[in-house]
C-alpha cells in the first residue's frame, strides 16, 4: 500500500522484521539492526539509517510485533479503516455501532491505526473524531459540520440566495427559529457564515469557503 516510498534496503529491512512479528516477537531496533546486518550485504551503516528511516515513516514501532506492511490484515481492524475511508470525521461511538464492535477492540485497533500514520484525530464538539491521515486537514470543518444535513442545507440556503435574514430562512426551510438557531450558531463559531446588520434586522451572509 505504501512500499513504493521505500528504498531496496528499506524493504528488505521490513521483510525481516515482517518476518520477526509473525514469529511473535516484538520488534526492538537494536536487534532488528543485528538480525539485517546478518542477513544483508550491506554496511553497517546503510542499514542503520535505512531502519531510522523506517521508524520515522511509522513502518516499524518499537516494541510491537506489528508493521505497517501487515497492520491491515486483522479483519476488524481493517473493517474499522476501510469505514472511516468512507465516513470522515467519524466517532469513536459511530464506528462501534455501525461495525458491531467492543469499546476495548474498537479503541486498541484506532490507536494501531493512529500510530503507524493510517489515521489521525482531532477534537470536535467534545468527540474525537478520525480522517485518514493523508487527507487534507483543510477540509476537515467542512467535513464535520456538513455530516449534519442540516447544517449543510441553511448553509446552501445561505449561500444560495447571498444574504438572508432568520424569518427567511423559517419561511424557505418550513422549520421555525428554534430548529434553525442552533445550526446558525456553529456556522458562525467555525466562520461559515457572518452575521450583518441593516437597519435594525441581523442578516446573515456566507463566507467562502477555500
Do not use: C, W
Amino acid at each position: 500500500m505504501f512500499l513504493e516510498e521505500l528504498g531496496v534496503i528499506e524493504r528488505l529491512i521490513l521483510i525481516i522484521a515482517t518476518d520477526l512479528g509473525g514469529k511473535k516477537k516484538a520488534i526492538r531496533a537494536e536487534n532488528l539492526f543485528e538480525e539485517a546486518v546478518s542477513q544483508l550485504s550491506y554496511s553497517k551503516e546503510e542499514i542503520y539509517i535505512a531502519l531510522n528511516q523506517l521508524f520515522e515513516k511509522k513502518y516499524l514501532i518499537e516494541g510491537l510485533n506489528l508493521t505497517k506492511k501487515n497492520i491491515l490484515n486483522n479483519k476488524n481492524r481493517r473493517r474499522i479503516y476501510y469505514y472511516i475511508l468512507e465516513h470522515p470525521g467519524t466517532h469513536v461511538r459511530e464506528i462501534r455501532e455501525e461495525l458491531n464492535l467492543g469499546a476495548y477492540e474498537t479503541f486498541r485497533n484506532l490507536e494501531y491505526l493512529e500510530m503507524f500514520d493510517f489515521l489521525r484525530s482531532k477534537k470536535f464538539m467534545n468527540k474525537k473524531v478520525y480522517f485518514l491521515s493523508d487527507t487534507n486537514e483543510e477540509f476537515d470543518m467542512e467535513i464535520l459540520l456538513f455530516k449534519n444535513l442540516r447544517t449543510k442545507l441553511i448553509y446552501h440556503q445561505i449561500k444560495l440566495h447571498k444574504k438572508l435574514r432568520l424569518s427567511e430562512l423559517e419561511r424557505i426551510l418550513n422549520l421555525d427559529h428554534g430548529q434553525i438557531r442552533p445550526h446558525i450558531k456553529k456556522l458562525l463559531e467555525f466562520n461559515f457564515i457572518n452575521s450583518i446588520n441593516e437597519n435594525n434586522i441581523v442578516y446573515y451572509i456566507p463566507i467562502q469557503i477555500k
